[in-house]
C-alpha cells in the first residue's frame, strides 16, 4: 500500500462512511439530546415545547430533584438504588464467575444437563414467576426490604453464564495442570491463577450485573410497597404528567453514572464481551 | 481410599432451608402488647399529599388523640397499590381513600370492611346518593363499605379573563346571564368553531375552543349516557346486572356522531392522551378556551395559571390570588342535541329537540382494611378525618366537592350542590361499584379513541370508519361483546 | 456385621458414622436428621398436605377469620418437596458415605480425620462447593417459580376464584379453553404468527445493525472510533422504560414528530393509533432495534478484533471483493462463534414485553381477545393474568409459549457450532 496515492474510490468509501456514521449518531443521540433538553424545560412542562426544544431553560427541574423531597424523594431513591445496584453486582459477580469457571473447567456428570437446563429456564417468560417470587418473599418476610432485591438479582446472575463460560474456555488447561503437578488445590488455582487472568472479564461482568439493578422497573415495583425504600425507576415511573422535566432529569441523572463507567472501563468491556462470544 | 467423603455441602444446604422454613413457619402472629402505641397507616391520594392536606390532617389527628396513644401516619405507598395483594400479609394500609369503583372492587372481595353509617357523625350531612356508591350486596344483604368524602364528575375548566369581551350580548341569546356554550353543546360547539375559525396564526393552531382527549370514558361519557347507553343493566331488585352491558343501547350510537363532530374541532390530540396531558398548561396560556377535567385537578390549573400570570410580571401572591379568581370550574353544558348534530343553530331546536346530559361520576371516599389490628381507631380516625372541620379544610386547600351538605352550604361554592342536584335530577351516571367495571375501560376507550379519530380520516386520505350511525351501533355493539367475553369467557 | 452400620445409617441418618467413630461427620448428620424431623413436624406435613387440598377453610376478611390461602399453601408444598428431595440426596450421600468407611476399614485402612476428609472433598469435588450457592439460589428464585406457574395452570385461580376464596386444582380444563374457547385459539395463533415474524425479524435487525455499525466503526479510514462510538452508548444508558416512554411521546399526536409534520403544513399521523397496523409494528421493530444495537455492537466489535486479519489479506490477494471477503470470511466466523448470543437474543425479543407494553399499551382491537395487533403473546398474557386476572389461563398459555422456545432453541443450541466443540471438551 503507498501512501502517495489515495484513489477516487477509497475518499468516496470514507465520505460515504462518514455520511453513514454520522446519520447512526444522530439518530442515536437525538432523542438522547431531547430528554436532555426538556430536563431544562423551564416551565417543568414538555408542552412549552415547540418541536423539539424548550422555549426557554432552567435547572429548576434539577433543584427540585434534589431538594423538593417531600413526595418524590429523589436523593433517597438515588441511595437505595446505589446500595442495591452495589451489592447486587458484588455478589452477583461472584456468583456468576464461580459458576462459569466451575462449568468450564470441570467435566462432571450433570454439566451437560445444567447447561442445557439454564438454556431452557432462561426461556420461561419471568413475569409470569413474578406471583411466585412475591410469594416467596412474603414468606420469608422480606417485603419492604432492599435485601430482598440484591438476594433476587444476585440469585438470577448465574443463569447469564454463558459469556464468562466462554471467555474461561479459552484458558488453555495446561496452566492448570501445571499448577496442579505443583500441588495446588483447585481453589487455590481459582484464586491464584483464574481470577487474575480474568479481570477484564470480572470488570464486564460487575458492570453489567451493576447495569440491570441499576434500571430494573418490575421487581422493587413489585417488593418495595413504602416510597421511602423506593428505587429511581419506580419513583420516576409514578411521577405525575404534569412533571415530565422532572422525570427527564432524573433520567438524566441516572444515566450518567452508566456512562462514566462505561467509559473508564471500555477497554475491559470489549475484551469482555468479544472472549465470551468466541469459542475456539 | 478411592472415594472422595462427600456432601458436606448436601448437608449445610438442608439445614439451612430447614431452618428457614422452621422459623417462618410460626412467624405468622406475634401478639401485640396492649399498652402500644396504635398506629394507623393512612393512605391518601397523591394531590391531598402534594398540597399539605394530608400533612395537615394527620398532624390535627395525632394532636387530638395524643392521649389514648393513637398515631396516624401516611402509609406512603403508591397510591394505587393493590389492598388485594398487600392487605392479606399485612403491608397494607389501614385506611384507604379511593373512588368508589377502586374501593367496591375491593369490598367485593371483602378486602375492606363494611361500616354502620350511624357510626359517624358525617353521616346526617351526606346525601342518600353518594352513599349508594358505597353499597354492596352480600347474600341478598346490603352493606356499606365507604365513607363518602367527595363527589367527582367532568367539569368544564376555563379562565374567566378569556371570555370574549361580548358574550353578554352575542353568546348570551336568553340572556340569563349565562353564556349560552356553557348551556348547550350546540352553542359550545359554535363557539368553538368561531375561534377555530378566526384563529390568526399561521399553522392555526394558537387558538381552540373546547378540548378534551376524547380516548377517555369517564371524562367524555355524556356522549353515550345521555343517549340512553349505560355499562351495566339493572335487575328489578335494583341491583347490577353484570350482564347486560349497554353501550350501544338507546341511542347512544348518535351520541357518538356528536363526538365525532366534536372532535373535528379540536387537533388530532383528541385521539391519544395529549391534550389531557396538556390541558393544564394550554388552558392557562390561553391556547384552549376550556378543557374537561374533575374538581379535584382544580389546583393544578391554578397552580400552571399562576405561573402564568408571574411571567407577565406579577409578585407571586398577586399571580396566585389573580389564578384563583380568573380560573373557572363550570358543570358541563347540560343539553345535547337529541338528533346528535351539533353544528345546528340552537335556536332552531324547541325544547323537546334536546337531551339532558349525563355525566359519568364518581365519589370519592375513605374505606377501613379488613386487615387493620385496630378497627375503632380507624373508626375514629375516619370520623375525624370526615367531620366539618377537616372537610372544609380539604376543600379549601384541594378544590374538591365534599358531599358534606353542611360544608358545601356554607363555603358559597356551589359546585357542590350543582353536583347533588345534578345527581338527583340523574343526570351523574356513577361508576358501577362492582368489580367487573375494571373490564369496561380498556375496549371503550379503544373505541372512543377511534371515533375521534374518524373526523381526521378523510383530512389524511382514509376511509371514514363512522359515516353512519349504523356504523356506530355495530361497533358499540361490538365493545359491549367484547366487555361482556372479556367478563365471561374464562369465569365458569 | 459390617453391614449393621450401613443399616443403621440407611435408618439413621449418620448413626453408621457415629459407629465408625466419625463423631463430628456423624454429629452434623444427625443435625441435619433432626432438623429435618423438625421441619416436618413443625410445618413439613401440614405443608404437604396443603399442597394437595389447597385450603379447606375459607378466610373471611370482615369476620376477621383467619382461612387458608390456597396459593400460599401451593407455594409451601412446592417448597416442602424441594426440602424432602434434597434430604433424600443429603440421605444417599450419608449411606454411600458409610459404605467407603466400611470398605476403607475392611482393608485395613485408618479413617482420615474430619477436617482432612472436609480438605479433600473441598478440592476433589470442588465443583458441588462452587455451584452449591449459585445452584441453592436459582432452584429458590428461578425453577421454583417456574414449577409454580406451571402448577397454578391445573389450577382454577383467576376469575372470581382469588383470595380469601379458595383455589382448586381443575386439571387440563384451563387446556382445554385454550384449545376449544374460539376467542381464545384465534387469538393465541394470530398472536404467535405474529411473535414469530417480530422475533425473526427483530433478532435480525439487532444482530446485523449491530454487526454493520461495527464493522463501519472498524474501518481504517474512520478516526475518533471512541467518539463515534459514544452515541450509541448513551442510549444504552438510559433505562429502558424510559427510553420507551419517552418514543411513546415522541410519535404521539403532540410529540415533536408530528409538530414538524404539521408545521410543513401536513396531516398528522396516527403512528401508534389503533387502526395504524403496520405502523406501529414498524415502528416498534425500529424502536426495538434502536435499543438494542449499542449492545450488539459492542459484542460485533469484540468478535471482530478476535478475527484473524490474515484471512482478508489472503483474500484481497486473491481478489476476493468486499462483499464476497464479508460473505465468505466475516459473516461464517461471526455467525458461527455467537449461536449461543444468537438464540439468547432470539428469546428475548420473543418474550419482549417493553416494547408495546409502553409504546401501545391499553388498547384492543376487534378480532383479538384481550389483545391489540401488536400485541406479542407475552403482552397478551400480562392482559389475561395480571390486567384481567384469569392466572390459570394466563399460566397454562405461558407454559405453551415456554414450550414452543424450548423445543426451537434448544434444538437449535445443541446443533450449534458452540454446542458441538462442546462435545471435545478440552
Known sequence: MKKKHVSKAAILDAVITYVILIAVCVIFFFPVLWIIASSFSRSGSIYDIKGFFPSSFSMASYVKLFRDTAMYNYPNWLLNTLFVAVFSSLIGTV??????????????????????????????????????????????????????????YAAGAPMGYLVQKGYFDTISNTIYEAARIDGATNGMIFRKITLPLAKPMIVYTALTQFAWPWSDFILPKLLLKNKELWTVSVGLASLDETQFSRFAAGSVFISVPIVILYFSLSKFLVAGVSAGAVKE | MRRIRRDFAVTACVCMIAGMLAGCGNSDSTPKDPDEIITLRILE???????????????????????????????????????????????????????????????????????????????????????????????????????????????????????????????????????????????????????????????????????????????????????????????????????????????????????????????????????????????????????VSTPDTYTLFVEKLALQYEDSGMSKEEAQAKAEENLKMVELPVRLPADGDLSRDSSELADGDWVESVVMGGVNGYGISSYTKYKDACVEFVNFATSYDMIKTRQEMLGIAPTRSDVSAESGDQTSELIFQSLSENRIYLMPSVKEVDQIWTPSQTLLGDVAKDSFRANSGETEKYKTVEDMQTALDGVSKNIYDAIYTLAD | MKKIRVYASSVVMGS???????????????????????????????????????????????????????????????????????????????????????????????????????????????????????????????????????????????????????????????????????????????????????????????????????????????????????????????????????????????????????????????????????????????????????????????????????????????????????????????????????????????????????????????????????????????????????????????????????????????????????????
Open chain 1, 95 to 152: 456468583l456468576v464467575i464461580l459458576t462459569a469457571f466451575t462449568i468450564s473447567t470441570f467435566q462432571f456428570k450433570s454439566r451437560r444437563l445444567l447447561m442445557k437446563s439454564a438454556l431452557v429456564l432462561s426461556m420461561f417468560p419471568s413475569f409470569m414467576g413474578m406471583t411466585a417470587v412475591y410469594l416467596i418473599m412474603v414468606n420469608f418476610n422480606l417485603i419492604n426490604q432492599l435485601w430482598s432485591l440484591i438476594l433476587i
Open chain 2, 45 to 291: 391520594n397523591d394531590t391531598a399529599k402534594s398540597k399539605g392536606y394530608l400533612d395537615e390532617l394527620l398532624n390535627a389527628f395525632n394532636e387530638a388523640h395524643k392521649e389514648e396513644g393513637i398515631v396516624a401516619v401516611d402509609a406512603n405507598m403508591d397510591e394505587y397499590s393493590n389492598l388485594a395483594e398487600n392487605g392479606p400479609y399485612g403491608y397494607g394500609p389501614d385506611v384507604i381513600y379511593q373512588a368508589n369503583d377502586k374501593l367496591m372492587a375491593y369490598a367485593s372481595d371483602k378486602h375492606i370492611l363494611p361500616i354502620s353509617p350511624e357510626d359517624y357523625e358525617c353521616a346526617e350531612y351526606i346525601p342518600e346518593q353518594a352513599w349508594d356508591a358505597f353499597r354492596l350486596q352480600v347474600d341478598g344483604e346490603s352493606y356499606t363499605c365507604g365513607i363518602p368524602v367527595n363527589i367527582q364528575e367532568p367539569m368544564l375548566f376555563y379562565r374567566a379573563d378569556k371570555m370574549p369581551e361580548n358574550w353578554e350580548t352575542e353568546w348570551d341569546d336568553d340572556g340569563n346571564g349565562v353564556a349560552d356554550f356553557f348551556e348547550n353543546w350546540n352553542d359550545l360547539y359554535a363557539y368553538s368553531k368561531y375561534l377555530r375559525d378566526t384563529d390568526p396564526s399561521a399553522n392555526k393552531d394558537s387558538q381552540y375552543g373546547f378540548m378534551a382527549s376524547f380516548n377517555n370514558l369517564y371524562l367524555n361519557g355524556e356522549f353515550i349516557f345521555s343517549y340512553g347507553g349505560y355499562v351495566f343493566g339493572k335487575n328489578a331488585d335494583g341491583t347490577l346486572n353484570t350482564e347486560d352491558i349497554g353501550f350501544g343501547k338507546g341511542n347512544a350510537a348518535t351520541g357518538l356522531m356528536a363526538l365525532r363532530q366534536m372532535a373535528g374541532l379540536m387537533n388530532e390530540g383528541c385521539i391519544d392522551d395529549t391534550i389531557t396531558s396538556t390541558r393544564y398548561e394550554k388552558v392557562a396560556d390561553g391556547t384552549y378556551f376550556c378543557t
Open chain 3, 16 to 426: 453408621g458414622q457415629l459407629m465408625q467413630g466419625q463423631w463430628i461427620k456423624g454429629l452434623l448428620y444427625l443435625g441435619c436428621l433432626a432438623a429435618f424431623v423438625t421441619y416436618l413436624v413443625t410445618t413439613g406435613v401440614t405443608d404437604i398436605i396443603g399442597f394437595f387440598t389447597l385450603g379447606t377453610e375459607t378466610a373471611d376478611p370482615w369476620l376477621g377469620t383467619k382461612g387458608d390461602d390456597s396459593i400460599l399453601m401451593m407455594l409451601r408444598g412446592i417448597l416442602a418437596f424441594f426440602i424432602i428431595a434434597a434430604y433424600g440426596l443429603l440421605h444417599a450421600a450419608n449411606i454411600r458415605d458409610v459404605k467407603e468407611g466400611e470398605e476403607a476399614l475392611a482393608q485395613g485402612k485408618k479413617l482420615p480425620s474430619f477436617w482432612k476428609a472436609f480438605r479433600t472433598f473441598t478440592d476433589r469435588k470442588f465443583y458441588v462447593v462452587a455451584l452449591f450457592v449459585p445452584i441453592v439460589g436459582v432452584l429458590i428464585l428461578n425453577v421454583l417459580p417456574i414449577v409454580f406457574m406451571i402448577l397454578i395452570s391445573f389450577t382454577n385461580y383467576g376469575g372470581d376464584i382469588v383470595p380469601p376464596a379458595l383455589v382448586d386444582w381443575v386439571g387440563l380444563d384451563n387446556y382445554g379453553k385454550i384449545l376449544t374457547l374460539t376467542e381464545i385459539k384465534g387469538t393465541f395463533f394470530r398472536i404467535l404468527g405474529w411473535n414469530l415474524v417480530w422475533a425473526v425479524l427483530a433478532t435480525f435487525l439487532n444482530y446485523f445493525g449491530g454487526l454493520g455499525l461495527a464493522l463501519l466503526l472498524n474501518k481504517k479510514c474512520v478516526k475518533g472510533k471512541t467518539f463515534w462510538r459514544t452515541f450509541p452508548i448513551l442510549a444504552y444508558a438510559i433505562p429502558g422504560f424510559i427510553t420507551l416512554l419517552g418514543f411513546k411521546f415522541l410519535f404521539s399526536y403532540g410529540g415533536p414528530i408530528n409538530y414538524y409534520i404539521t408545521m410543513n403544513g401536513g396531516t398528522a399521523v396516527g403512528f401508534l393509533d389503533i387502526d395504524a397496523g403496520i405502523k406501529a409494528k414498524l415502528i416498534g421493530l425500529l424502536v426495538n432495534t434502536w435499543c438494542s444495537v449499542p449492545t450488539s455492537m459492542l459484542l460485533a466489535t469484540g468478535i471482530l478484533s478476535n478475527m484473524n486479519t490474515d484471512l482478508y489479506d489472503a483474500a484481497s490477494i486473491d481478489g476476493a471483493g468486499r462483499w464476497k471477503q464479508f460473505t465468505k470470511i466475516t459473516l461464517p466466523f461471526v455467525v458461527f462463534s455467537t449461536t449461543p448470543v444468537i438464540i439468547t437474543s432470539f428469546i428475548g425479543n420473543f418474550n419482549n414485553f417493553g416494547v408495546f407494553y409502553f409504546l401501545r399499551g391499553g388498547l384492543y382491537n376487534d378480532g383479538y381477545f384481550l389483545a391489540s395487533d401488536t400485541d406479542l403473546l407475552i403482552n397478551w398474557l400480562y392482559n389475561l393474568s395480571i390486567d384481567n386476572n384469569y392466572y390459570g389461563i394466563g399460566a397454562a398459555v405461558s407454559l405453551v409459549i415456554f414450550i414452543i422456545t424450548s423445543v426451537i432453541s434448544l434444538s437449535v443450541y445443541v446443533r450449534s457450532n458452540a454446542y458441538r466443540k462442546e462435545d471435545s471438551f478440552r
